[in-house]
């Protein structure tokens, strides 16, 4: 890494940093581990490298300083062996209460195959409700996608949804689900908008 030349570097990053395949991406099957609070980060580092998640928990002092605040559990999905060994999605904790939950989709979004498997484990936490309209956005979301990929027609109810006319469709990246924006830029809103209001042109 010190030589400072961009194909060494390249292939070091390609070698140390593997994308999930579509293969693995439609496998859902796997487990939750649980990573308790104050115990040794190395397990989880070595876990969740080369998997190119994006989450900054890969490094051992974010791991560390995460696991000081509370528990981490890391979902993951199995792999060609059928070994649970895909990070998925996490769920971190600040002392009881969740802090974040991530995907490894764009900007950390859940990825389609990880929202029911993530929406099952937080019906056991006390704050688990509370991300109850951020599972039902993006499943509403993946279901208006697919239908869109399928050359469906979507109903008034998925246009306001769409278009977040009644409240802002919410997800767990960092920023909005780049979907959202895909979807829209394949419309024609002065199409849509009589059918989301009811009139006339």
């Known amino acids: 890494l010190q030589t400072e030349n961009f194909a060494k570097l390249y292939a070091w990053a390609i070698e ?3 994308p999930v395949s579509e293969e693995e991406l439609s496998a859902t099957k796997g487990e939750w581990v649980k990573y308790a609070r104050g115990s040794d980060p190395t397990p989880l580092v070595v876990s969740l490298q080369g998997h190119g998640t994006g989450w900054c928990t890969a490094g051992e002092s974010t791991a560390r300083t995460h696991l000081q605040g509370g528990d981490f559990y ?6 060609k062996e059928g070994k649970p060994t895909v990070p998925r999605a996490v769920i971190r904790m600040e002392d009881n209460r969740i802090a974040e939950v991530r995907g490894i989709a764009v900007e950390q979004n859940l990825d389609s195959g990880a929202v029911a ?3 099952d484990k937080l019906k056991e936490f006390p704050d688990g409700p509370n991300y109850q309209k951020r599972v039902s956005d993006m499943r ?6 697919n239908r869109v990929i399928e050359g469906q027609k979507l109903t ?3 246009l306001v949804f769409l278009y977040e006319i009644d409240s802002p469709i919410e997800g767990f990246g960092f920023d909005k689900d780049p979907r959202i924006d895909e979807i829209r830029s394949q419309r024609k809103p002065e199409k849509d908008m009589p059918v989301v209001f009811g009139c006339l042109p």
């Open 74 to 79: 890391v979902y993951y999905s199995l792999d």
């Open 156 to 158: 008034r109810e998925d």
């Open 16 to 18: 140390k940093v593997t």
């Open 117 to 119: 498997v993530v929406e």
């Open 140 to 145: 509403h979301l993946t279901d208006i996608n």
